[in-house]
């Protein structure tokens, strides 16, 4: 049986990952054939990559040179990308499948009744969280499976450090620069640990291809002024940095990292913090630092929910949770959480002195992460639709 993937393979970006790691795991299985349905976008993948996924590609461009690059209706099952109201690529306007299958992350609560007539156009609705899943159930969707995200556990995965800068004790903080993603209380908080413990240093990968999404990261009053672009069109974060008072020598700006490097980046942190105001999936550079045996600070909202058991400490959750005003696009705000800056320094403060904690979270979110690989989750995929793809 063929599925088809109807947003773009990338390694730069979260649905990219997501499409990449799932073509590579599903053609692996062998149960069902990834078809794809959109021309790649940014993969930096080496030659045995390339040639596993070169027949897809191949296959894609001749069926698209068939409809002339417009899309059409397929004869299998096609898994859609949607966001916020139900949007993302508009692929559904370009494909349809035998069955259609939305893939839904959204981070606005505020379904619309037009957001709920666009139910009836798909068959079942597929997410990576409980948040999402319980939202769309209460805006009656009948039909919701649910199955996390994972990681590439021939990536990321417990190993030694280098050792790079030593006698520093690096904090890792990573994902596109956002009001949502909650860099503005990393900020803040780090400034205060910094003063404690001078050797701290901010290790930021918060560059993104979409500096716009920056403008609005003042917004809560934990900083005062947002990034500007330098001349290439990227975040100007270092000046920024120091403009907010972050002293030079106390942090790193890590820049556009390929994905298959960042393992060797998170493992040299000490602990790795998410103060996110709301994920709609359970944040994969999250995961990710969890795989790589590095202790993580998380804010217990969300889909970061997912990621914190009550039979083991995977994380230090960041409990203290006030509600969200306001954030930049977003009608809906129900889950969202507004994390303290001072209940974030104080975990951080923990990890720097309990070395006993911080080993034991770190055993126990790779024990978790480590569960999801991306191989694990595919199958899970595939059983979860089982009756749409027969």
């Not at 417990?158 to 800068?165: E, F, K, T, V, Y």
């Not at 006698?167 to 990573?174: D, E, L």
């Not at 956002?178 to 701290?200: S, T, W, Y």
């Not at 998380?298 to 970061?304: I, R």
């Given at each position: 049986m063929d599925l088809g993937l109807a947003w773009p393979l990338s390694t730069q970006t979260g649905w990219g990952q997501v499409g990449f790691n799932m073509a590579l795991q599903m053609l692996r299985l062998g149960k069902t054939r990834p078809v794809l349905l959109e021309p790649p976008e940014d993969l930096a993948i080496h030659g045995l990559h390339l040639w596993t996924l070169l027949p897809l590609e191949l296959a894609r461009r001749e069926r698209s040179a068939g409809v002339n690059g417009k899309g059409a209706d397929w004869p299998f099952p096609v898994m859609h990308p949607l966001g916020n109201h139900f949007g993302g690529t508009g692929s559904r306007h370009r494909h349809r499948g035998a069955k259609n299958i939305g893939r839904m992350v959204f981070e606005d609560t505020n379904l619309t009744a037009e957001d709920r007539r666009e139910i009836a156009a798909y068959d079942c609705f597929l997410t990576p969280s409980r948040w999402n899943a319980d939202l769309l159930r209460a805006a009656?969707?009948?039909?919701?499976?649910?199955?996390?995200?994972?990681?590439?556990?021939?990536?990321?995965?417990?190993?030694?450090?280098?050792?790079?800068?030593?006698?520093?004790?690096?904090?890792?903080?990573?994902?596109?620069?956002?009001?949502?993603?909650?860099?503005?209380?990393?900020?803040?908080?780090?400034?205060?640990?910094?003063?404690?413990?001078?050797?701290?240093?901010?290790?930021?990968?918060?560059?993104?291809?979409?500096?716009?999404?920056?403008?609005?990261?003042?917004?809560?009053?934990?900083v005062k002024t947002a990034p500007g672009v330098d001349q290439n069109g990227r975040l100007a974060l270092s000046e920024w940095l120091v403009r907010e008072g972050v002293p030079d020598d106390a942090f790193v700006d890590l820049g556009m990292i390929p994905h298959h490097m960042m393992a060797q980046v998170m493992r040299e942190a000490h602990v790795a913090v998410f103060p996110n105001?709301?994920?709609?999936?359970?944040?994969?550079?999250?995961?990710?630092?969890?795989?790589?045996?590095?202790?993580?600070?998380?804010?217990?909202?969300?889909?970061?929910?997912?990621?914190?058991?009550?039979?083991?400490?995977?994380?230090?959750?960041?409990?203290?949770?006030?509600?969200?005003?306001?954030?930049?696009?977003?009608q809906g705000l129900d889950g969202w959480g507004e994390s303290s800056v001072e209940e974030l320094v104080h975990a951080l403060e923990k990890l720097y002195t309990d070395q006993a904690l911080t080993q034991k979270i770190s055993r126990q979110g790779t024990h978790l992460a480590q569960s999801r690989s991306w191989r694990t989750q595919t199958d899970a995929v595939l059983t979860a639709l089982d009756d749409v793809l027969d």
């Open positions: 009656g969707v009948s039909d919701v499976r649910m199955v996390h995200e994972g990681i590439d556990d021939s990536v990321f995965f417990p190993a030694p450090r280098q050792g790079l800068c030593p006698g520093r004790f690096i904090i890792f903080s990573g994902g596109k620069l956002e009001f949502r993603k909650g860099q503005d209380i990393v900020i803040a908080a780090f400034k205060i640990f910094q003063r404690r413990h001078p050797e701290a240093l901010l290790a930021i990968n918060w560059q993104n291809f979409w500096p716009q999404l920056a403008a609005d990261i003042h917004l809560a009053g934990n105001r709301a994920e709609g999936a359970t944040n994969l550079v999250a995961l990710e630092c969890m795989a790589v045996n590095v202790p993580v600070i998380l804010s217990a909202n969300t889909g970061h929910l997912d990621l914190m058991s009550d039979d083991a400490e995977t994380c230090l959750p960041l409990t203290q949770q006030r509600r969200v005003k306001e954030a930049p696009g977003m």
